[in-house]
């Protein structure tokens, strides 16, 4: 026969056990929704980071000797912008809507690389990928930039340049829209940019070219 004491602490330990569980229902039902969405958020921060890490690795480890030279000269080109300077040339020397285009391409790429260089790096603040570590090909090596890696400013200005002749020039999108995807690839195939960076730089670059047509459109109204 078990004692008294023993046969009142059993329901009342039962009704703790209840009382405590009821309380962490009640917590998790009354968890502040702000602290939810951080939660769901950084979750998806961390996947995102995980897909762009190995989209990167996957790129390294792909052998592809037959494009490792052309994709590494065509990424030297392309710094400074000199291709899409070199198209803007082109076309000014056509009066008309092609020197418009060049005018227009020209600031966009100048809105482009200021935004990416002076504000969207200095706020990520990403670090360049460990290009030895996923042991990209020597053949695909160009100069590891110093900066910061977020966002992507060749891709940028490829995309602000593309954007802004074909706003004026349809016929010179698509086909200015592949070299700037061809741009913006080679600097993940070189292993200076991760594929975010690549993303992240051409929605800077549209967002660049689409504020550049709405000056040129305010002033003609104007």
């Known amino acids: 026969m078990r004692p008294s004491g023993e046969e009142g602490a059993l329901p009342a ?13 009640d917590g998790r039902r009354h968890r502040p929704r702000s602290a939810t969405l951080r ?21 390294a480890a792909t052998p592809t000797p037959t494009l490792d030279t052309a994709l590494r000269r065509l990424s030297q080109a392309a710094d ?3 291709i899409s300077f ?7 020397t056509v009066p008309g809507r092609p020197r418009q285009a060049a005018v227009v391409g020209v600031c966009a790429i100048a809105v482009a690389s200021a935004s990416a260089d002076l504000v969207g790096k200095r706020l990520v603040r990403r670090s360049r990928p460990d290009r030895e570590a996923a042991r990209v090909a020597m053949a695909r090596h160009v100069p590891m930039p110093a900066s910061a890696s977020c966002p992507s400013g060749h891709t940028a200005s490829a995309v602000a340049f593309a954007a802004a002749v074909g706003s004026v020039l349809p016929l010179a999108g698509p086909p200015l829209g592949l070299l700037a995807a ?20 051409a929605l800077l670059g ?17």
């Open 13 to 25: 330990a039962t009704g703790l056990a209840a009382s405590g569980t009821a309380a962490d229902r």
């Open 39 to 59: 939660g769901r958020i950084d979750a998806t921060l961390r996947g995102l980071r995980a897909l762009d890490g190995a989209v990167y690795a996957a790129v």
């Open 80 to 82: 400074h912008s000199r």
């Open 86 to 92: 070199a198209l803007a040339a082109a076309l000014a």
């Open 182 to 201: 061809a741009v913006g690839y080679s600097r993940v195939h070189t292993g200076v940019h991760y594929p975010a960076d690549v993303a992240a730089g």
């Open 206 to 222: 549209l967002a660049s070219a689409a504020a550049v047509r709405e000056c040129a459109t305010c002033r003609r109204i104007r």
